[in-house]
T-cell receptor
Framework: GAVVSQHPSRVICKSGTSVKIECRSL??????MFWYRQFPKKSLMLMAT?????????EQGVEKDKFLINHASLTLSTLTVTSAHPEDSSFYIC???????????FGSGTRLTVV | GQQLNQSPQSMFIQEGEDVSMNCTSS?????WLWYKQDPGEGPVLLIA?????ELTSNGRLTAQFGITRKDSFLNISASIPSDVGIYFC????????????FGQGTILTVHP
């Protein structure tokens, strides 16, 4: 089945630094990737939708200059949290889908802690 | 915007009992999905429903896509301790590659 690899699984960074999270589709080409943020025991909150080769579409209230998304290839999307602050600490999850397949596969998530 | 109302928010059951959870929406969805999430992990797809009225089983799991396309339920029979986790329903709109709308989740605890 479709596999999505997300890296790193955990990261601790200092306030003011930037962190990059990678999302890779291992055995299929992902035309669209989604980035979510999740707080403890809460549902997934969609942050942005990225289509390969074009700019990401951000949900209302999500700062596109803070959460930079790049989807340069059909198998890789990255989320960079710039100038991270403690309030950015959260669980970030990506998912990937391919046009016409109808499936949504999720990565295993990244626990970001900003100290 | 579209919203999914999932209930119950949490359940505490004994091993062996059956479980039922459901989602309702004010909008129509073309696809309903049920996911399970373990702590510190991403959601894993349990069942996908593509047709109104469709009833699908996956082992001890059974899910149905409501005939109005505005609701769905998930049943788990004979629960076991490893069923513990958070269960989410999710709906997708007109295209299979469109974004998902998630329910609030159901936290399931199974006592041995």
């Amino acid at each position: 089945g479709a596999v999505v690899s997300q890296h790193p699984s955990r990261v601790i960074c200092k306030s003011g630094t930037s962190v990059k999270i990678e999302c890779r589709s291992l055995d299929f080409q992902a035309t669209t990737m989604f980035w979510y943020r999740q707080f403890p025991k809460k549902s997934l909150m969609l942050m942005a939708t990225s289509n390969e080769g074009s700019k990401a579409t951000y949900e209302q209230g999500v700062e596109k200059d803070k959460f930079l998304i790049n989807h340069a290839s059909l198998t890789l999307s990255t989320l960079t949290v710039t100038s991270a602050h403690p309030e950015d600490s959260s669980f970030y999850i990506c998912s990937a889908t391919t046009r016409g397949e109808g499936g949504y596969t999720f990565g295993s998530g990244t626990r970001l802690t900003v100290v | 915007g579209q919203q999914l109302n999932q209930s119950p928010q949490s359940m505490f059951i004994q091993e062996g009992e059956d479980v039922s959870m459901n989602c309702t929406s004010s909008s129509i969805f073309n696809t309903w999905l049920w996911y399970k999430q373990d702590p510190g992990e991403g959601p894993v797809l349990l069942i996908a429903l593509y047709k109104a009225g469709e009833l699908t089983s996956n082992g001890r799991l059974t899910a149905q896509f409501g005939i109005t396309r505005k609701d769905s339920f998930l049943n788990i029979s004979a629960s076991i301790p490893s069923d513990v986790g958070i269960y989410f329903c999710a709906g997708a709109g007109g295209t299979s590659y469109g974004k998902l709308t998630f329910g609030q989740g159901t936290i399931l605890t199974v006592h041995p």
